[in-house]
């Protein structure tokens, strides 16, 4: 898929190897996970928060997932939650901006930087305040917080990745512990 050209269904693109500009790379059969690099990470996010705010200056952004967690093992792809009211004008300025479509669900869209082969980082956007918003944050949070069930959800990961290398597969594997997590987290 080229730039600015839209995915199709829920998964990411097969195939992603992660690019590691630092730390140290878990080999799987699969995916690529690396220890983790909090400090890396959170210099990325910031670096794409200041590209996507020349984009959407009023829009929020969150820096989320494994790499936001920051004590355990990711793919080496910061994930970015974008929240606007309008999430496919959203989306089409960051197209503009150089950012690669995806994929789209109902009041979600995700795009890659630079490109699905060399993705360096997926931004999600959502309907801020909405409920795919609140879930993401609520699940970071949880985890951040709980180092056990944060080490559970990097065992999985790893378990995972050494399985597949398609990235829709790969998420709809995490699925359950993810509701799991979501719920004990409402609930706390």
Known sequence: MGRGGRGVGGGRPEGHG???????TRQTEGMDLI????????????????????ALPQARTEH???TAIG??????????????VDVTAAAQALVSAGYV?????????????????????????V???????????????????????????????QRLAAQTDDWGEYTAQKAAFVARILQRAAES
């Open 18 to 24: 992660a690019s590691v500009e630092g730390g140290r």
């Open 35 to 54: 220890s983790p690099d909090p400090g890396r990470w959170a210099a990325r996010f910031d670096r794409h928060r200041w590209r996507i705010r020349l």
């Open 71 to 84: 004590t355990i093992c990711a793919k080496d792809v910061v994930d970015i939650l974008v929240g606007e």
């Open 127 to 157: 309907i801020a305040g909405g409920d795919i918003w609140h879930q993401r944050l609520l699940f970071r949070d949880f985890l951040k917080r709980s180092p056990a069930e944060a080490r559970a959800y990097e065992a999985l990961k």
């Open 101 to 125: 479509i995806e994929g789209e669900r109902p009041n979600h869209i995700w795009l890659c930087w630079p490109d699905p082969q060399q993705r360096e980082a997926v931004v999600h956007v």
């Open 64 to 66: 989320i997932g494994s």
